[in-house]
């Protein structure tokens, strides 16, 4: 195979990048990717890949609907007659962009979220996935539900027992870095990371950061830092505080760089341990001087 794609295993491929995307060849000629990157642009390099090893895209999945991940798809799908395949709340966010920031601001967002980190190229969905054997040719793929980043995330298993994590957990130097990763369902990000840890596969592709036979350790460090998360929120919520002044909090004692999309991200990061934390009765909420306020139990 030529340079810009790298074995895995068997018929398993990927290209490296800011966004890894997978490659499952199932016929002399024929493949899957999984998940297009953030551009046109990566989707120019995804269609130079399978020219030059005379590979044709019969089919896209997205693991989830964030930018970064199906940004190419649309170039991909102009140049080549791939279908594109994801799960029924991602498909409906990666043919309705908009949802990202409109989601993330809970209105009609401002233009300065209208953008490339936030929406991505809208692309038309033809298949739903579901959890579960999926056949591609002779071959046949393993769905993986890997919810909790993102609502419907899910992971890709190929035959040769490689499974695409997408971003169902993030490299140590990265948590240890930002401390705050991007999920948005802690208790489904709890299931499914510690469902990873009772798994097998020769090797895990996460969609940002390397190839792995073993993310034991890279479990953990998500772990750990969903568990310094709640800690710290717990030791700033002695005191009664509103979402906004939690995020503040925080951000002061992590050291965390802010911009408009970063304060967004950074909300809905709060957002989700304040339901699981309400949900686990560690944390109470009410509306004190017109503010909805959040303290611990
Ligand atoms: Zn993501």
Redesign the pocket.
């Known amino acids: 195979m030529g340079e810009l794609l790298k074995k895995i295993k068997g018929n398993t491929y990927y290209i490296k990048g800011p966004v890894n995307t997978g490659l499952y060849v199932y016929s002399q000629n024929r493949c899957v990717v999984i998940d297009t990157g953030s551009s046109d642009d990566w989707g120019r390099k995804i269609l130079k890949a399978l020219k030059a090893e005379g590979l044709e895209a019969e089919l896209i999945i997205n693991t989830?609907s964030?930018a970064?991940?199906f940004g190419g798809n649309s170039f991909l799908v102009k140049r080549t007659n791939a279908e594109v395949a994801a799960s029924g709340i991602e498909a409906a966010i990666i043919s309705n962009p908009y949802l990202e920031p409109f989601y993330l601001y809970s209105a009609h967002p401002p233009k300065a979220l209208q953008n490339k980190f936030l929406m991505g190229k809208e692309c038309r969905v033809d298949r739903i996935l579901e959890p579960g054997t999926f056949p591609v040719g002779p071959a046949k793929l393993q769905i993986v539900d890997l919810k909790g980043?993102?609502p419907g995330q899910i992971g890709v298993a190929t035959p040769d027992g490689v499974l695409m994590t997408?971003?169902a957990y993030f490299s140590t130097h990265i948590v240890e870095k930002y401390k705050l990763p991007?999920f948005t369902n802690i208790a489904d990000t709890l299931d499914t990371l510690k469902g990873l840890k009772g798994t097998d596969y020769s090797f895990y592709l996460p969609?940002h950061g390397d190839l792995s036979s073993n993310i034991e350790g890279e479990i953990d460090s998500n772990l750990k830092a969903i568990s310094e998360a709640m800690g710290t929120i717990r030791w700033a919520l002695i005191k009664p505080l509103t979402r906004e002044e939690l995020g503040a909090a925080i951000t002061e004692k992590y050291g965390l760089d802010l911009n408009t999309t970063q304060y967004y991200l950074n909300q809905s990061s709060i957002a989700a341990y304040l339901s699981y934390m309400t949900d686990q009765r560690m944390l109470q909420r009410r509306i004190e001087g017109y503010r909805m306020v959040w303290e611990v139990v």
Request: with cysteine; hydrophobic share 10%.
């Open positions: 989830h964030h970064d991940h980043h993102s997408a971003d991007y969609c």
